[in-house]
């Protein structure tokens, strides 16, 4: 089955990716011819969960193509107050939006979503899962400001378990020939086991690490990640991480000149002050290469009958997800859909194992 729904990057073709990054670029370069390309389409930005830039930058995004907006940013001023559903919300909002953006606290939500859309359907960050766009920021930027996406040793470094920026980040880099990594993070907030199976499925070398200051020298990309703390179960283990990592002059000193650091941001307080003002900080940066990444994606789902995104094959489980973080926990009447990986049955909404 193919669809046009842009739930993980992981299911677009090389080709695929490429193509959003040179559209990106063309935009970047002639933006005015640009203008009129979505007049009278409307995008829904469905924003369950707190957000400056992807929230803005698809906002924006939208209106430099010449269309309009629609959504919230808070469900509390929607009738999701009142007890409304996923399914429901979004069978509404299909039907006077041309596309729709979501985020959502709970892993899964998006792939939830867009069983019920009628229209091209875009995750904006489902809880700690994944976060696809933030990845197309990321590699509009590497594309602009390294000239590649290959053959490039890439340093991951936070929260790995929960920063879903990571997770789809690496999905997508793993594509790639040649790229590597290495995950800095506390043994507790190691990226997922998935995450690893998907490294050793492309063949993609990787190394782990507890220590910023010993990885940092040998680095193309320094890819900084604030820790999570909505997502931890209690302050403590916040408290216990927050300040692990954290890159500071010093550490900077011992990287090579031509590194960049990339962060998807809010920055708390993982990379001090007087970073920003060296040449290798790229973050703010790439955040308005984001919003070009953006009006690629809204252009190429809007009108590029050929970009179609395959979907995964699916089957219906007997036994119901048990990650407590899924969203098949909240909204009971999703159907049991998993697919098979290595021999294991997968949740199809959050990518946990099921049995
Ligand atoms: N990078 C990112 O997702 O930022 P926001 O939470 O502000 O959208």
């Known amino acids: 089955m193919i669809n046009k729904n842009l739930i993980d990057l992981e299911a677009l073709s090389v080709e695929q990716i490429d193509k959003l990054v040179r559209k990106a670029r063309k935009i970047m370069q002639n933006p005015a011819d640009f203008r009129h390309a979505c007049d009278g389409k409307i995008l829904a930005t469905l924003f369950y969960e707190p957000s400056t830039r992807t929230q803005m930058s698809?906002?924006?995004?939208?209106?430099?193509?010449?269309?309009?907006?629609?959504?919230?940013?808070?469900?509390?001023?929607?009738?999701?107050?009142?007890?409304?559903?996923?399914?429901?919300?979004?069978?509404?909002?299909?039907?006077?939006?041309?596309?729709?953006?979501?985020?959502?606290?709970?892993?899964?939500?998006?792939?939830?979503?867009?069983?019920?859309?009628?229209?091209?359907?875009?995750?904006?960050?489902?809880?700690?899962?994944?976060?696809?766009?933030?990845?197309?920021?990321?590699?509009?930027?590497?594309?602009?400001?390294?000239?590649r996406l290959d053959h490039m040793k890439i340093g991951v470094c936070g929260d790995l378990l929960n920063g879903r920026t990571v997770h789809s980040l690496i999905k997508t880099l793993a594509k790639y020939e040649g790229n590597s990594f290495v995950l800095i993070s506390t043994k507790e907030?190691?990226?997922?086991?998935?995450?690893?199976?998907?490294?050793?499925?492309?063949?993609?070398?990787?190394?782990?690490?507890?220590?910023?200051?010993?990885?940092?020298?040998?680095?193309?990309?320094?890819?900084?990640?604030?820790?999570?703390?909505?997502?931890?179960?209690?302050?403590?283990?916040?408290?216990?991480?927050?300040?692990?990592?954290?890159?500071?002059?010093?550490?900077?000193?011992k990287a090579r000149e031509d590194m960049i650091i990339l962060h998807p941001l809010p920055r708390v307080n993982e990379i001090t002050v007087d970073i920003d003002d060296d040449p290798r900080a790229l973050y703010f940066k790439q955040a308005q290469y984001g919003m070009y990444g953006r009006m690629a994606l809204i252009l190429t789902l809007l009108q590029d009958e050929d970009f179609l995104i395959p979907s995964r094959e699916t089957e219906t489980s007997l036994h119901r997800c048990s990650n407590p973080k899924c969203v098949t926990q909240s909204e009971a009447y999703l159907p049991n859909l998993s697919y098979r990986k290595l021999g294991m049955q997968m949740c199809d909404f959050c990518d946990k194992r099921i049995d």
């Open 189 to 253: 907030l190691s990226v997922p086991l998935y995450i690893i199976d998907i490294l050793e499925k492309n063949n993609c070398a990787y190394e782990i690490s507890h220590s910023l200051s010993d990885a940092i020298g040998d680095l193309d990309v320094l890819y900084m990640t604030r820790i999570q703390r909505e997502r931890f179960g209690s302050p403590e283990e916040y408290e216990a991480q927050k300040y692990v990592f954290v890159l500071d002059r010093e550490k900077l000193d």
């Open 58 to 147: 698809f906002q924006t995004a939208m209106l430099k193509l010449g269309g309009r907006t629609i959504g919230f940013d808070n469900p509390m001023n929607s009738s999701v107050a009142k007890g409304e559903s996923l399914k429901d919300t979004i069978s509404v909002i299909s039907g006077y939006a041309d596309v729709i953006a979501i985020r959502h606290p709970v892993e899964g939500t998006a792939m939830a979503a867009s069983l019920y859309s009628e229209v091209p359907l875009i995750n904006c960050g489902d809880g700690g899962h994944l976060h696809p766009t933030q990845t197309l920021t990321d590699i509009v930027t590497l594309s602009c400001e390294k000239g």
